[in-house]
């Protein structure tokens, strides 16, 4: 064999296993961007696979923040890391925001010849730059995300290939960092969505404490009135005026601490949920029949102020529900102040369970809940969106978020909700939640 032909075929066997690597170096790539959420960890091994790759001494990643109007160093890996992470950069400034500008890779073999780099930013970190490739970071509709600069290859000069590859690392970055960004995105939108929610429970469970203080505050100034006409002697006139207040206060008292630490409990998951800890249901047997006592309690003081008649017509010998207590409560809640909402005086809402523990889920094996009222019915076309993100109310400056709350809880309960309703007849809605749960 010639000794032009062995050179050629050490030539191809280098070529090979610079692929070779490249391959690798790409798999590597894509499987920790298919693994990683966290927008920090993504780009510190998107980096480091690309200096590793090409054998370069630093490199970045540049995004722009459209808020601020800059490119910003948000990821360093080098010598220069502490000092270059955060820096700005006006989106016409330097080679960064160049390519920025026109989406175009870049390769600049010798930075002394390069009129648009930036100097200032090397002497201000006191760090050389001799060679770069600069890729372009575009989303998936090619707008312009920003930039990823590889610096200082060791081993000569910077290849065909090295190019190649960085452009292709360079798209699934870009990528990944975009999906990352869906991922807080959908994230906040959630955050978002569970505030409301609690906003919603807050303001329905202040009702009812807010207008027992009221009836108290009225009895408590009529029997004042009363004390103050009584003679001291006259012992009868005192009961008798004292008598409906010694009655009602206790239960208000209790209505109120209760109400209370609902709302407490309510607004701690704010903070939890802002902590990133949106709780997810936690189920436990509870007795179903004493948990519609509990919400009836603070919704019979607003059903009476309506002069609404609020009945309940328990089931008996229910069997334990397994049921996150508080979501459960928040449904039932929700479902029985949305019916006292739909009536006008006169008109009774009324609550009732039972359960059919016989046969397999959905035709047995569940308990029931249903609350009934005579008010004015619902629309199809609103009775069609109940319980989905869609929902829309019919009282004036209604959101619907009541009706998506108690769907919420439902289907996180893998349970039904049906519902029957005539116009200016009344509506029936139906909860069944099934006794037996699949722990899988």
Same mark, same amino acid.
């Given at each position: ?23 690798? =170096? ?86 002394? =010849? ?255 809940? =249903? ?40 289907? =996180? ?28």
């Amino acid at each position: 064999m010639s000794d032009a032909a062995a050179a050629r075929i050490e030539e191809l066997e280098q070529k090979l296993r610079e692929r070779d690597e490249q391959i690798r =170096a790409i798999q590597r790539i894509t499987v920790a961007l298919g693994a990683i959420v966290k927008q920090q960890e993504l780009i510190r091994e998107a980096l480091e696979v690309s200096l590793e790759l090409v054998n370069a001494g630093a490199g970045s990643i540049i995004l722009y923040n459209e808020d601020r109007d800059k490119l910003i160093f948000t990821h360093v890996v080098g010598p220069t890391a502490d000092e270059l992470t955060g820096l700005e950069l006006d989106p016409g400034q330097g080679i960064a925001g160049a390519v920025f500008r026109s989406g175009e890779l870049r390769v600049s073999e010798d930075m002394t =010849a390069e009129k648009e780099h930036d100097r200032q930013v090397g002497e201000q970190v006191h760090y050389i730059t001799k060679n770069m490739v600069t890729v372009p970071l575009k989303s998936v509709e090619g707008e312009p995300i920003g930039v990823m600069q590889v610096l200082n290859k060791t081993d000569g000069i910077i290849t065909e290939p090295d190019v190649n590859v960085l452009a292709i690392l360079g798209a699934q970055i870009a990528s990944a960092i975009e999906t990352s960004r869906l991922h807080e995105q959908a994230r906040l939108a959630e955050v978002v969505q569970f505030i409301g929610h609690i906003s919603h429970d807050v303001k329905n469970m202040v009702t009812p404490v807010q207008t027992g203080a009221e009836t108290l505050q009225f009895m408590l100034d009529d029997m004042f009135s009363g004390l103050a006409a009584c003679s001291v002697a006259d012992a009868g006139e005192l009961e008798r005026v004292t008598s409906e207040v010694r009655e009602f206060y206790p239960e208000m008292i209790s209505i109120i601490l209760d109400g209370s630490t609902n709302v407490q409990d309510r607004t701690k998951e704010i903070s939890d949920c802002i902590k990133g800890m949106i709780s997810k249901p936690s189920f436990a047997p509870l007795d179903l029949n004493e948990l519609v006592d509990r919400v009836v309690r603070p919704l019979g003081l607003v059903a009476e102020s309506r002069k609404i008649t609020l009945a309940v017509e328990p089931g008996e010998g229910l069997p334990p529900v397994v049921a996150d207590e508080k979501q459960l409560y928040n449904a039932i809640y929700n479902l029985a102040n949305n019916a006292l909402q739909a009536c006008e005086e006169g008109a009774t809402v009324t609550i009732s369970t039972g359960a059919e523990p016989a046969g397999s889920w959905p035709e047995g094996d569940y308990a029931w809940l =249903a609350v009934a009222d005579t008010g004015s019915g619902i629309p199809d076309h609103v009775r069609e969106k109940l319980f989905t993100d869609d929902a829309i109310s019919t009282k004036p400056g209604g959101t619907g978020l009541g009706t998506r709350i108690i769907g919420t809880v439902v289907r =996180a309960h893998g349970g039904t909700i049906t519902v029957d309703s005539e116009l200016g007849v009344g509506t029936t809605m139906t909860v069944r939640l099934p006794l037996t749960r699949d722990e899988g």
